[in-house]
Every structure is written in C-alpha cells, then in structure tokens.
C-alpha cells in the first residue's frame, strides 16, 4: 500500500482533517489488500487524511498468544514508536486493535517510560466501524449492495472493545442490502489466532456450527470485521460446497465487493 493517502475534506467547516494513521495487519496486507483500500476509502470519505506507515509490521500478537513476552515487548515498541505521531490510530480488526487497546499497557507494566506510551497510544487506537460511529459519527455511506447478509461477531472486537452494534448500523443504510441475524452471532468461529492449530479438531466442528448456524438464516453472503475469521469461516463454506459468500464488512460499506469474496481465488486455481 502507499505511504500516504488523503483528502482535504475537514470533519468540519472549523478545523484541520483528522490524520489517522491506519494499521493494515499482516493478513490484510498479505491475502485481502483489497479490505485495506477499501477501509481507507472509507476514511477518507468521513474526511480524514490518511497515512500509511511503510515501515509498520505485525502488532505482535502471534507472539504474545504464545507467551513469547519478549518478542512482544520489541514487537510493541516499534508499533508504537510508528503510530504515535497521529491524531488517531485504525484498524481493520477487531484482534488487532485489541491488542493494541487491552494488551500493550499490560506488556509494559514494569516500564513507566514505555507504559505511559503505550496508554496514550491505546486510547487512540479503534477498530474500523467503532471509530466511524463513535468518532466521526458516521451515520450512513453511499453504497449498496443487492443481497441478504448475516454478520459473524468476532470474539476480541465484541468482547475487548464493545463493538456490536457500529457495524450493523452502517449496514442497515446500505441500499439494497437485508439483514438476517445468525442465532448464534456472537459465538467464537473456531479460529482464535493458535487455537486452530493446537486444537484442530475442537475449531473444526466450532466453524462447523458457525457455518450451519449462517446456513439457517437463509442469508447469501456472510460478513464480518476481522479477516482472519472470515478466512476461516470462508475455508470451510468453500471445502463444503457452501453457495454463502464471504465479505469483509469494509468492502460491502465502501461499495468494493466485487467478483471474488474471500476464499474464492483458490477455485478458480
């Protein structure tokens, strides 16, 4: 992604656009860019000047989930010592942002230096919809999307920074779109970061029974705000011939999902 990105657009009519630095994540970044361009549009629409830090990287949270304290401390400082020059700080991720929000300051409990750095950079650290919403006070975008959606609520955006009800706000102005709430929405898909991979069986069936449970709704398209469990919930629709699609909630409220939803290149491969 670019360095910078931005319009003049003011938030209002008396002060400078807000410079937001935006945190892509690693499985953004990596396997689904286009969820970042589309939260940046996103951003910019709202009028704020965006920047893109090149030299950012991992928030450090496969480390910390491993109990590797050391590798997240120096992990922590270089995420901090990027992003604390900007009036706020965005993530497209609920596990990212919370990290950064809930476990930064935990890692420097015994630093008062670094801990004070990294309160001040928690507390200006959101999740995409929540800053929106609660921030800039985004009420609607101009976008549409012909389809019934259900929404998947990951487990750290929902629990760790009380986002709930900033995405399905967003969506209920979205033009054409139908929301049908899964029974179970707020319910772990099964991925947890390492937890797939200590316990694969234990997360298949949990992706099992978030599938099954976006299956009764009756919904075609399935969204949510955390790629990494959209990856795992769209693994498993593909693998059991699913006709549901995956989409970051970014990409339907900036008017970006296209063609391919997440896990659909791998079949035409």
Sequence with gaps: MDDSSGREDNLDTNCAPA???????????????????????LLEDAGCRVIVPRSQACCGQPAYNSGDEWTSIGIARQVIAVFERFDYVVVPSGSCAGMIREHYPRLFAADLEWLERACRLATKTFELTQFLVEVLKVEKVDSAF??????HDSCSGLRELGVREQPRQLLSAVAGLELEEMKEADTCCGFGGLFCVKYPEISTQMVANKADDATRT????????????????????RRTGSPIRVFHIAEVLAGMAGDS???EQEDAT
């Design 19 to 41: 410079t937001v630095g935006f945190f892509v994540t690693c499985v953004v970044d990596l396997l689904r860019p286009a969820v970042g361009f589309a939260a940046i549009r």
């Design 218 to 237: 009756g919904a075609d398209t399935l969204l949510g705000g955390d790629l990494g469990c959209l990856l795992n919930i769209a693994g498993y629709l």
């Design 261 to 263: 939803g997440i896990g």
């Design 146 to 151: 012909k389809g019934t959606c259900t929404y």
